[in-house]
């Protein structure tokens, strides 16, 4: 059967996530009240893709999961909302689990990931059309080198590649030389570009692994992104939140929707934030997902956090990287 064309291909992890909501995070050794005890479906590159098929693009995913009930979950969600999906089962594992907790009154959260270490996305299971019929394609860093293959498969075809990473593992070494438009959290900057301070790593990062532009993600500080000449940068929405979990990933879908849109940069970045910021009013990875009116309404309306970044800043630390760059 031929293998029909989509806009958006995603290739990486999901997750089955047990949400805690608890009263107040527990001091070491102390103990604390459960709220209440949700199972939802998530996982950052899943949650992406279900995200951009809610907005009325063609998408495709691409993971792998265990032979238990959770996987047979994910399958009929992503199906249900149209996402042409192509799920590995693996034999007797166990599907990735997150035990997540939420503090009631901030919506902050800590994520307790389980991983089943038999859950490996063999490359062999790939088919080279799904990730070269599409029109932008993201990876992870779940299994480096299912992502690997999948980034080189379409850069073979002149497809532009993204990414979301979010935790630092050497094997990133390897998929970002074939990454268009890495979309990194802050975190992970200094071991890729050797500083925190994304002004100075992003222009690092980017001249190093030979990305059109580079991006971080700073929660409620915002967004910035560097294109080699320019820094772009967005501030965060004030939003009322409830769990923040899904929010970087909805921050991806954003930032992919935006640009198979032909949108400019600095608007990207501006929807993505906005996704994210609507997402956190609602409990669990993808309980907030807005529609694009609802989106573009908070762009219009709402109010946005203080800006990390003013324009002179920018430009004067634009002129340094161009400078460091010769």
Request: proline share 5%.
């Amino acid at each position: 059967m031929p293998i029909p064309p989509v806009d958006f291909t995603g290739i990486g992890e999901n997750a089955t996530d047990v949400v805690l909501r608890l009263k107040a995070f527990p001091a070491r050794d102390g103990k604390t009240d459960t709220v209440s005890r949700e199972i939802r479906l998530g996982g950052q590159v899943a949650t992406a893709v279900f995200a951009v098929a809610q907005w009325g693009l063609r998408t495709r995913y691409v993971g792998v999961a265990g032979s238990d009930h959770h996987a047979a979950s994910h399958q009929m969600e992503l199906r249900k909302e149209g996402v042409e999906t192509h799920l590995l089962r693996v034999p007797g594992a166990e599907s990735r689990l997150s035990y997540i907790l939420v503090e009631q009154g901030t919506g902050s959260r800590a994520v307790l990931c389980h991983r089943d270490s038999r859950l490996k996305l063999a490359t062999t299971f790939l088919q080279k059309p799904w990730f070269q019929r599409t029109r932008l394609l993201q990876v992870d860093g779940e299994n480096p080198e299912a992502s690997r293959v999948a980034a080189t498969c379409a850069r073979e075809a002149g497809i532009p590649v993204m990414c979301d990473l979010d935790v630092f593992r050497e094997e990133l070494r390897f998929i970002l030389p074939q990454v268009d438009f890495p979309v990194l959290s802050r975190g992970i900057l200094e071991p890729l570009g050797g500083s925190n301070e994304p002004l100075v790593a992003l222009p690092r990062i980017r001249a190093k692994y030979g990305a059109k532009l580079v991006c971080t993600t700073m929660g409620e500080q915002g967004a910035l992104a560097w294109d080699g000449e320019h820094f772009w940068y967005a501030a965060a929405y004030r939003v009322r939140v409830v769990d923040t979990t899904g929010a970087g990933d909805l921050f991806h879908a954003g930032f992919a929707y935006g640009f198979l849109q032909g949108w400019e940069t600095r608007r990207m970045l501006d929807f993505g934030c906005a996704a994210a910021g609507l997402n956190c009013m609602a409990p669990g990875a993808r309980g907030g997902i807005g529609s694009v009116r609802a989106i573009e309404n908070l762009r219009s309306r709402g109010r946005l956090h203080p800006k990390l970044y003013t324009e002179r800043v920018l430009a004067e630390a634009a002129k340094r990287a161009q400078a460091a760059q010769g």
